[in-house]
């Protein structure tokens, strides 16, 4: 998918920010691990790695059933669970750690649905999808071409946004902040961007 950049400064997708919290010591304590288990493997390598921690060592907390809802990398990486942009979140701090430029894209299913997209060097933008698989739903890890955990179905109102966000959506934010629990947040998340 050919993503827009809601931003030409690609320093934008570098930044720290609330939910993006990369210069935080867990955040950096992290980056530097995953680094040291790729050495001489560059961007691609690492990026995989942290993709690969984020979507197998973080829980999909409605796939386990945690109540608590996270909304901040360094949050998330604690405690080890969040929803799809939760762990969106944490992936593209641990990228922005190491210099890869990172963003928030989102797809329009039953609800908003977070995906990240990266920027390797020489390369363009490429979705990931760090949800965590389970049966029937198999995200990998691609510098090429997209492998993400859903297809949308146009034919029942799901979209992929085309827009690359360096922060996350508003909507998204919000919603993470201020929901009581899973259900009240699955109902802020029922909105189109």
């Known amino acids: 998918m ?10 934008a997708f570098l ?21 040291s288990r790729v050495p001489g493997e560059g961007p691609a390598g690492y990026a995989r790695a942290a993709f690969e921690f984020v979507r197998d060592t973080v829980d999909h907390s409605l796939d386990v059933g945690d ?22 979140h944490a992936l593209v701090a641990l990228l922005r750690a190491e210099g890869i430029p990172a963003g928030l894209c989102y797809q329009k299913l039953a609800v908003l649905h977070g995906l990240v997209a990266l920027k390797l060097p020489g390369g363009r933008w490429i979705r990931q999808d760090p949800r965590g698989n389970k049966p029937g739903i198999q995200a990998r890890f691609s510098p090429d071409r997209e492998q993400l955990a859903y297809r949308v179905r146009p034919e029942k109102g799901e979209c992929d946004y085309p827009v ?4 996350p959506h508003p909507v998204v934010l ?17 909105a189109a961007l």
Do not use: F, M, N
């Open 164 to 167: 690359l966000y360096d922060e």
């Open 15 to 35: 930044a720290a920010g609330a939910a993006l919290d990369h210069t935080h010591p867990l955040v950096r304590e992290t980056a530097a691990r995953l680094r």
């Open 2 to 11: 050919q993503l827009t950049p809601v931003t030409a400064d690609e320093s």
């Open 67 to 88: 109540p608590r809802i996270t909304w901040r990398a360094s949050e998330v990486l604690q405690l080890r669970t969040g929803i799809c942009h939760a762990k969106a």
């Open 174 to 190: 919000r919603a993470l902040r201020r929901a009581s629990g899973h259900g009240h947040l699955l109902r802020l998340l029922d």
